[in-house]
């Protein structure tokens, strides 16, 4: 099965998610420093996600690109993956709005381990679909910064009950972790 699609429809939705964020966020009332600050929390927080939600259509995009066939079993995972990014504009909402109390900030990264979940599945998912390159699963290989990131969300959805700071700081950790280019997949698959 092509996977064209599957490409276009995950590029909808992701686009989607990001609109959501953003039109969720509102301007201060009064054309003042303090108003502007008591908005500080959501934008950060848009911030965080923006930058996670890119990063996951970052390697999305490689990834889809270096997979030659999906299956139904493949058309799911995304799917799987795509419901967690679509938890994101409201799980960041209402940590930005609660001033990154302990609950929310503690569903934040609950929906990122499981976003982060779903991504190891589809990547396991498009590997098993018959005729797919060697290349992919070599490129791939050990995944050092996808088996770590689950690890740091784990501790940081730990540690919000001690500091919802020392949460936040994690997954800020994860995302810089991760704007650095992964370029597994671009160095041994060339056009």
């Given amino acids: 099965m092509g996977k064209g699609r599957l490409e276009a429809f995950s590029d909808g939705v992701i686009a989607v998610i990001i609109t959501i964020m953003v039109l969720e ?12 600050a008591e908005v ?21 995009h ?49 929906v990122l381990l499981m976003a982060a979940v779903a991504y190891a599945i ?31 969300y784990a501790i940081a959805i730990a540690s919000v009950w001690l500091h919802p700071w020392v949460a936040c700081a994690l997954y800020a950790a994860v995302a810089l972790m991760w704007l650095v280019p992964d370029r597994r997949i671009e160095q041994r698959i060339v056009d």
């Fill in 25 to 36: 966020m509102r301007v201060p009332h009064a054309p003042t420093w303090q108003a502007l």
């Fill in 40 to 60: 500080w929390p959501v934008f950060a927080c848009y911030v965080l996600s923006f930058v996670y939600v890119g990063i996951y259509w970052n390697n999305h």
């Fill in 62 to 110: 490689h990834l889809l690109h270096a997979t030659k066939r999906i299956d139904g079993s493949v058309l799911w995972a995304n799917l799987h993956l795509l419901f967690w990014l679509s938890l994101v504009p409201f799980v960041t909402g209402w940590m930005g709005e609660n001033h990154f109390a302990a609950l929310p900030t503690m569903l934040y990264g609950a």
């Fill in 122 to 152: 589809l990547q396991r998912r498009i590997l098993r679909v018959p005729g797919q390159t060697p290349l992919l699963a070599s490129a791939l290989g050990s995944d050092a910064k996808g088996k770590l990131s689950p690890l740091l």
